[in-house]
């Protein structure tokens, strides 16, 4: 038998039963428990309003199964989404709530609407003669009607919309059962422009006397009972986002992503690191290699140098370990990351420990403005290497 022939030895890996999220080279752990705490906070800041919760592009990242569940649980019956496969999805785990579609339809849809109890936001004027030409054909069915007030994306223009809900000859299986609006620069309290989208929606609530109104995203449920009308529409304040600038953040953090380190290596003063040898160490340097990289969405522009697009944020992003801040060093690479651990004594940390990426001790915001980006966008990214635990309430 030859030296590199495969022995035939009964290997038993069955002993020892392993919790693949403590290997995890990239691990993701979401607190459900927080999650619904922060439902129920901004419920709670929407006063008199009911309060929907936002559950597109898989709830923020977050799982729309888990997510959709832990808010169905903690009370909430109006949901939003952005296509209609998302609400197909959510139906299972929401049986009796009402589940908007925000892009609204396209022809060919209506039966995934009518089936799964879906309810379109029209958003357009084609959308609307098309809803109304599939309600004659097949009966009433719940819609909604977007309205735009000045961002310029999605909606029916402000005075088509007016002159419509004047409309006398409007048939009568066509009942839209909301009206909303979005607002563009709710997270800038001081802007005047929120005050010109919300005198312009005041006067679409009162031409659709009697229908239902929302037009408070997270940041405009904290601009106050103004805003509130019939339902919010919270998304990223309830996954622990930061929803207005420059002001603390009063919600729970609810993901915390972290990844492992593979190696830890020393380099000398005047070496460079990683693609592009951008960054050369001043000093003797200890640097941990750690397994996630923008494949796993942190962000190339998260680098600690040599990423020329993010010239306004000179400094890249910082991980959390053993109670220190550590920087990127250099370029962030697809699967990689580098931190510089010189800083952390060198008993505190070794190979396959985790750094923290965002979480509890590196706001998830904070990051995001080391990228040059927002707390949704580092959210929406995560990929799909992430070993998941979720923290159920009740655990
Ligand atoms: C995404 C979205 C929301 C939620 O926004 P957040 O800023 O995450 O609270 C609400 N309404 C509409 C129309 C949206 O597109």
Not at 197 to 210: D, Y
Not at 350 to 377: C, H, K, S, W
Request: glycine share 10%.
């Amino acid at each position: 038998m030859s030296e590199f022939e495969v022995s035939d030895i009964d290997v038993d890996f069955e002993d020892e039963i392993i919790d693949e999220f403590d290997i995890a080279p990239a691990r993701l752990t979401i607190d459900l428990g927080a999650l619904a705490d922060n439902w129920r906070e901004m419920a709670k800041r929407s006063g008199k309003a009911r309060t929907a919760a936002v559950v597109k592009a898989d709830a923020y990242g977050l799982g729309l199964e888990d997510c959709g569940v832990a808010f169905y649980e903690a009370g909430a019956r109006d949901f939003f989404v952005a296509v209609v496969q998302e609400g197909m999805t959510l139906r299972n785990y929401a049986p009796d709530a009402r589940i908007y579609v925000l892009s609204g339809i396209w022809p060919g849809q209506e039966k995934l609407f009518f089936e799964n109890d879906l309810v379109p936001v029209l958003v357009s004027e084609e959308q609307l003669a098309f809803w109304m030409s599939v309600t004659a054909e097949f009966g009433e069915h719940p819609c909604a009607l977007h309205i735009d007030t000045g961002f310029n994306r999605l909606g029916i223009p402000l005075e088509d919309a007016i002159a419509f809900a004047d409309d006398v000859s409007r048939p009568a299986s066509f009942s839209p059962v909301l009206v909303l609006s979005h607002l563009h620069s709710g997270d800038t309290p001081s802007s005047e422009l929120n005050r010109r989208q919300l005198e312009s929606f005041q006067r679409v609530a009162a031409a659709f006397e009697g229908v239902p109104a929302s037009l408070a995203a997270s940041s405009g449920t904290f601009l106050g009972a103004e805003y509130h009308f019939d339902l919010t529409r919270p998304g990223i304040a309830v996954y622990g986002g930061e929803a207005v600038g420059g002001v603390k953040n009063p919600m729970r953090p609810v993901a915390k992503a972290e990844a492992r380190i593979i190696q830890i290596r020393d380099a000398r003063k005047g070496e460079t690191v990683s693609y592009g040898g951008t960054t050369t160490l001043s000093r003797d340097s200890r640097l941990a290699i750690v397994s996630a990289g923008y494949a796993d969405g942190y962000l190339r522009s998260l680098s600690g140098s040599g990423v020329p697009l993010r010239g306004a944020v000179p400094e890249g992003a910082f991980g959390f370990i053993a109670g220190h801040r550590v920087p990127v060093v250099g370029r962030v690479t697809m699967d990689l990351t580098i931190f510089d651990v010189t800083d952390v004594p060198a008993s505190k940390i070794q190979a396959g420990d985790y750094v923290e990426l965002f979480g509890p001790n590196m706001p998830l915001d904070e990051v995001a403005r080391a990228g040059g980006t927002i707390g949704y966008e580092l959210l929406t990214s995560l990929g799909l290497r992430y070993e998941r635990r979720y923290i159920y309430p009740d655990d």
